[in-house]
């Protein structure tokens, strides 16, 4: 099967058609999407809007920078912690 993206204001449309009575499997099967991605998209995006799903996307981005630039600084001050503890 081939692997789709949809953007954010797609899944919620989609989502937004199951809370008006569409059933899953034919949204699965219009969409051609898996089950599993439908029902993960609903615990992600459920009763989301399309402002508050980009909002998120972005405050997660920024999480992963911050998480890295984290990581580098606490090696730099575990390298910088082996330097100073040998004896010259």
Do not use: C, P
Not at 48 to 68: C, G, Q, Y
Not at 70 to 76: H, M, P, Q, S, V
């Amino acid at each position: 099967m081939k692997q789709k993206r949809y953007t954010e204001e797609q899944i919620i449309r989609i989502l937004k058609a199951h809370e008006a009575g569409a059933k899953v499997s034919d949204l699965i099967r219009e969409h051609g999407m898996s089950e599993q991605s439908f029902y993960r998209w609903k615990s992600k995006y459920g009763g989301m809007e399309v402002s508050e799903a980009k909002r998120l996307k972005d405050l997660e981005a920024e999480n992963a920078k911050l998480k890295k630039l984290l990581a580098e600084a606490e090696l730099d001050k575990a390298m910088l912690k082996d330097v100073l503890s040998k004896k010259w």
